[in-house]
């Protein structure tokens, strides 16, 4: 085998290893370099009714709960909202900040009914800026150090995500 065959074989795996794993099912029968770019380049960018179906369901099930961190929820929401505009379907800020807030835990919950009760325009960045300024803020109202906080913050999450799951029992939610 010449060198050139070798590295087009070689180059459709490294290139795999790189895809995010959503983009994944348009280059996995893909044998040759060449054929994983195109397939790569017409899948993002394309604009057509499935490419906006997948942002937008992204878009809307996006949950805090999901997530690593307030940071990665933000990003993921702003950018899919981003992306979206691309592909010809505009999220104005309004509504990207009222998605930010719809995927809050419960416990945000006050500071949603804070928002709603002081007549701030509600947008993607004044969300995000509060959002990251609460995050900010109790980050440095901890006596622990950076390591003990993100423990603290992935054990949260899972305790009143807990909490609220044992609640809607006991008061027959669903």
Excluded at 87 to 100: H, Y
Excluded at 126 to 155: C, F, H, R
């Amino acid at each position: 085998m010449n060198t050139d065959a070798k590295r087009n074989t070689k180059l459709p795996s490294k290139l795999i290893l790189l895809v995010d794993p959503l983009n994944y099912m348009h280059i996995q029968n893909t044998t040759t370099a060449k054929a994983t770019w195109e397939n790569l380049q017409k899948a993002l960018q394309d604009d057509s009714l499935t490419r906006k179906i997948g942002l937008l369901r992204i878009l809307i099930t996006t949950k805090l709960d999901e997530c690593n961190t307030v940071e990665e929820y933000v990003n993921r929401i702003v950018n899919t909202a981003h992306k979206l505009s691309t592909v010809g379907l505009q999220v104005s800020d309004e509504w990207t900040g009222a998605i930010l807030l719809a995927g809050l835990l419960s416990n945000y919950e006050p500071m949603v009914m804070g928002i709603e009760s002081s007549g701030i325009r509600v947008t993607g960045d004044s969300i995000k800026a509060k959002l990251l300024q609460d995050i900010t803020s109790m980050k440095s109202e901890s006596p622990y150090d950076e390591a003990d906080s993100v423990l603290y913050s992935s054990s949260f999450k899972r305790t009143s995500h807990r909490n609220s799951s044992s609640n809607d029992r006991i008061f027959g939610k669903t």
